[in-house]
């Protein structure tokens, strides 16, 4: 018995999570690692998901893994984009790829050896454990249909998005999470970016600004990473390990689907709610693209670890995007014409 | 006791120093934030860089201006006892509490805050928010801060002892923070 | 109770014993989370690295925008005070409904309620009331406890009143939109207003002595002329609240930045009056300073205790208990408020917000419970966290900016009767739900079935795609040939009849 003992030792670890309960599919997510974890290791080692600001504040994740103040983080890697932009290709950098070909990349690709060689001088090791599939632009109380019509728009947008749609003229703002929707309500902002329909109507943000654009070409198909202590993954066993990277992959997993099947009702709750469904320009998007390719050129240029990571990320997209044409596109845009003719 | 008493005074000047610059900070800390609100409504412009800055100084007035909150006896207290009992005593309680209450947190809380800020500074990490300022020096705050506060606590204990002692008088009464 | 362990309860006794001894609550806050942050290493519970979240937490309170209200609004009401422009407002309701007895009650009432619409903290509403009108109260024969009583209680309605603090973390907490939450405050708001006036007209005729008229002298015979001129000093500050208020209605500034902008008002109203000296701005600025030290150290104090609390599982221990009770809906309710108001003897609002309405929410959500009109009666309810003795945060405020003259214990005694009306409003609020919900904007009930969106812009001067039979220029790659999608006009929504 011993001997087991010792296999299977007893281990009890603390995650925090970047998102607060409300928000029931992110927030989700630590729970599904949680109790996979739990069942598939017959107890012996539990990790107990906390809500943003039960011990740490949401922003401050990062440190508090890296500090070894707790083992694990649920977040987003691009919340610390302030200590590295390499952060933000962890998540999801503007016009990076869609959920499908982030798990691609992470999984079968380069994605996560890369980003762990990176995440090792932070004294982190992360795992995709999440991902919302494509986003939404955003909230705007005005039409937005030139690039004119961006210039001096207030918008909630933060990391390398607001500094990329701050090259257009935008004025990426911050307001508390509390103000957002006086905020949009009163005018002191124009516009606010959140997730997608599921989350955004709980919000009520389309009560005080009606637009609704789309896409939200800076989160394609964002990964929330769970964030370890790497010197405390180091420390697991070796089937511990195993069992907690299964543990994540379903939630990684599981998050998108909980997504696909919530989002599509609550896009009709707000659209019967006066939401208004708009898309970005052709123009807008393609010089969105050109500001962010020039950004990333700037962040390369100074910074080694980005530049290795992003231009494996991007060799990747040429190919992925050549084959989805002929695969996802051609079968997804047949049945949406017959979605549109009202044959499904 | 006269070298500790000088010792006192010196913390406490420096206590009163940053406590002063502290209540500009609360006058800046207004004009920058309605110059915000007022650049933004008139002129249709704003920065991240000039919304964190009012956030610096609150951190600013906050932290370093609770040394000399502290030397000012206007830290709130439940005063069912404190406020009830003599004068010697409320010097007791005052000493107890320094040395077991006050000493022991600020000292273990200037030491948690030095690797937070030394973490901070190494990375050079700025805001996440586009056009946003640099993080140490706010974090840096925090480590001065609570150093002071532990500078005063340990001013303030000079003063009680010397009090119970006789070498000097102490004011115990417990002021109202707001004349 | 001691299913897990004996440490959380311990730590409840800890927190009250720290503090009756009599040293500042902030550092006491700090060593009793500490001390038992030492215990929760020695037993295993957590280790050395997981004390390091404090720094994290404080980052995270001195970076919170919404604290900010603190010393903004502390410093409106310090110039304010200072150059006697509030007096002037509150002396000015007083001397209008002089003749009656309780007079400045109503007009401290009013001009809560009217502070309440402008700010959403407690503290910088206790603390401009206090400093503002406790003295003028007190001048004129007010008994100390109805007279604190009565600010105190006027101070907390900020926090039902929109905007509010708490009901912005609620509605974060319970996943709700902040702007249904002021909606269903609205009702509670009128409610708890009418409860006090009506106390103070009950008192006034049953007891006339504690709230007496002012003097003769004082608010002068009824005249048209003093009529013109109570209402002309009054024009002053209303402007000013009206200025602050109206900066948030229309969109010039956040709540936070009004207060900013309250200040520079109050600034340029003194120097109209030829009262804004700097002497007078430093005596505000200093008292500004260390109100607002001494508030948020408290918050940074009572975040040590809470995250050893957690660590500690002081939130499974709570959780545990909450689980199996009997008695439906109406039963869950009736304990949940129990417990939250004891709770609240020894926790403040952002605490239960964080640790306890986590736990709720799903239990209330499963029993059919409208998580708004929950939201709103729990943010009633916490309202008295504000107002017990001997830890209410709105008495410590109160307490710390209160003339010597007078006695702790009348704050104490003088909370209590408004503690009561408080638990009033709970149960109206509790037995009759439309208080909350008949202000709430309906959505149109529909069934998502008949929801028809068509999305617009594929194609258009939307986001289009290429036509799908063109070749993109690589040989052998073209696209198989498909029909392009037909250009759309934007969004359309067809209910289908
Ligand atoms: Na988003
Ligand atoms: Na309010």
């Known amino acids: 018995a011993p001997a087991i003992a010792q296999e299977n030792p007893k281990i009890a670890w603390r995650m925090t999570s970047s998102f607060p309960k409300s928000l029931d599919t992110i927030y989700g997510a630590a729970d599904d690692i949680s109790k996979h974890l739990a069942a598939s290791t017959n107890g012996n080692f539990t990790i107990q998901p906390f809500a943003a600001g039960e011990i740490i504040p949401g922003l401050q994740a990062a440190d508090a893994v890296s500090a070894g103040t707790v083992e694990a983080a649920h977040t987003c890697s691009y919340y610390f984009v302030g200590k590295d932009p390499t952060y933000a290709i962890g998540t999801a950098i503007p016009f990076g790829l869609n959920g499908r070909l982030t798990n691609a990349w992470f999984y079968e690709g380069n994605g996560n050896t890369l980003m762990n060689e990176f995440y090792a001088t932070q004294g982190i090791y992360g795992l995709p454990a999440g991902n919302t599939g494509a986003q939404m632009g955003g909230w705007f109380r005005k039409e937005i249909n030139t690039l004119d019509d961006l210039k001096g728009v207030k918008m909630r947008i933060a990391g390398l998005a607001g500094q990329v749609i701050s090259k257009l003229g935008v004025i990426p703002q911050q307001i508390a999470g509390g103000d957002i929707y006086p905020a949009l309500e009163k005018g002191t902002i124009d516009a606010s970016e959140f997730v997608g329909p599921y989350d955004d109507l709980k919000l009520g943000l389309h009560k005080v600004a009606k637009y609704y654009y789309y896409p939200g070409w800076w989160e394609g198909g964002p990964t929330v990473h769970a964030f370890f202590n790497l010197e405390k993954w180091n420390s697991l066993p070796k089937h511990y390990q195993a069992a907690l990277t299964d543990a994540c992959a379903f939630a990684n997993t599981n998050m998108m689907a909980k997504y696909d099947m919530k989002n599509p009702p609550a896009l009709k709750q707000l659209v019967s709610e006066g939401a208004t469904l708009r898309p970005f320009s052709q123009e807008i998007m393609e010089a969105c693209f050109q500001a962010s390719i020039g950004i990333y050129g700037e962040i390369s240029a100074s910074n080694p670890y980005f530049k290795k990571i992003y231009e494996d990320q991007t060799a990747f997209k040429r190919d992925a995007y050549l084959w989805m044409q002929l695969s996802e596109y051609t079968f997804d845009t047949f049945m949406m014409i017959q979605q549109r003719a009202g044959k499904i | ?179 | 109770m001691f299913d897990f362990g004996i440490i959380p309860p311990a730590m409840f006794v800890g927190m009250v014993l720290f503090m009756l001894y009599g040293f500042p609550v902030a550092f006491s806050l700090a060593a009793v989370g500490l001390f038992f942050g030492i215990i929760g290493i020695a037993t295993g519970h957590f280790s050395e690295a997981f004390l390091q979240a404090l720094p994290l937490r404080f980052f995270g309170i001195v970076s919170n925008d919404l604290l900010l209200a603190i010393p903004f609004f502390t410093f409106m009401g310090a110039i304010l005070e200072r150059c006697g422009l509030a007096e002037d407002l509150l002396e000015g309701m007083g001397k209008l409904f002089g003749r009656v007895p309780g007079g400045l009650a109503y007009a401290v009432i009013l001009v809560g309620a009217v502070l309440g619409a402008i700010t959403g903290t407690v503290a910088a509403s206790v603390i401009t009331m206090g400093v503002i009108s406790l003295p003028i109260m007190l001048r004129y024969g007010y008994s100390p406890r109805l007279a604190t009583g009565v600010i105190a209680a006027s101070g907390t309605i900020t926090q039902v009143i929109p905007p509010s603090l708490v009901l912005v973390v609620l509605a974060d907490q319970l996943g709700k939109s902040v702007g249904d939450m002021y909606l269903g405050a609205i009702g509670p708001s009128i409610l708890q207003v009418s409860i006090f006036m009506i106390y103070i007209l009950i008192l006034s005729i049953v007891k006339p002595a504690s709230v007496p008229p002012l003097p003769r002298e004082v608010r002068g015979d009824f005249t048209w002329a003093l009529l013109f001129k109570v209402l002309s000093g009054m024009v002053p500050s209303i402007v000013l609240i009206f200025l602050v208020l109206g900066t948030i209605f229309m969109g010039l500034a956040t709540p936070t930045e009004a207060g900013a902008l309250g200040v520079v008002g109050a600034m340029v109203l003194a120097a109209m009056h030829r009262r804004l000296t700097w002497p007078l701005m430093q005596e505000a600025m200093r008292s500004t300073m260390h109100i607002t030290s001494m508030v948020v150290m408290i918050l940074i104090g009572s975040t040590c205790f809470s995250l050893v609390f957690q660590g500690m599982d002081g939130s499974r221990w709570i959780e545990h208990m909450l689980s199996g009770i009997p008695g439906g809906p109406v039963g869950f309710l009736i304990f949940v408020n129990i417990f939250i108001f004891v709770l609240a003897f020894f926790l403040d609002f952002f605490e239960i917000a964080f640790i306890v309405i986590p736990m709720l929410a799903p239990v209330a959500s499963a029993l059919g419970i409208d998580l708004i009109w929950f939201g709103v009666l729990i943010c009633v309810n916490m309202q008295t966290s504000f107002m017990h003795p001997p830890f209410g945060f709105a008495l410590f405020y109160l307490r710390s900016i209160a003339d010597r003259g007078v006695k702790t214990s009348d704050i104490y005694m003088g909370a209590l009767p408004w503690v009561g009306m408080q638990l009033i409003l709970v149960a109206i609020v509790i037995f009759w739900p439309q208080s909350v919900t008949y202000w709430l904007k309906k959505g149109p009930e529909v069934d998502l079935n008949t929801i028809k969106i068509e999305v617009p812009g594929f194609g258009g001067n939307g986001l289009g795609l290429p036509p799908m039979g063109t070749p993109p220029g690589m040989p052998g790659l073209s696209l198989p040939p498909m029909n392009g999608l037909p250009g759309q006009p934007p969004a359309q929504v067809k209910p289908a009849q």
């Not at chain 2, 010697?88 to 320094?98: C, K, P, Q």
């Not at chain 2, 200037?110 to 640099?134: D, R």
């Open chain 2, 1 to 179: 006791m006269p070298v500790f008493l000088a010792v006192s005074r010196l913390i406490d000047a420096v206590s009163q120093f940053m406590g002063k610059l502290s209540e500009y900070m609360v006058l800046l800390c207004c004009l920058i934030s309605a110059a915000n609100a007022l650049i933004r409504y008139t002129f249709n412009y704003s920065s991240n860089g000039w919304l964190e800055i009012q956030w610096y100084l609150f951190a600013f007035v906050v932290v370093l201006g609770a040394a000399h909150t502290l030397r000012m006896n206007e830290h709130v207290r439940v005063d069912l006892i404190y406020g009830s009992v003599s004068d010697r005593a409320r010097l007791w309680i005052d000493t107890i509490g320094l040395i077991v209450f006050l000493l022991p947190a600020c000292i273990f809380l200037t030491w948690l805050c030095w690797p937070f800020f030394w973490l901070s500074y190494m990375q050079n990490e700025v805001s996440s928010n586009a056009g946003g300022l640099i993080r140490w020096p706010v974090k840096l705050i925090l480590v001065a801060g609570f150093g002071l506060l532990t500078l005063q606590g340990f001013s303030e204990l000079i003063k009680r002892i010397a009090a119970l002692t006789g070498h000097l008088v102490v004011e115990t009464k417990y002021e109202k923070p707001l004349q």
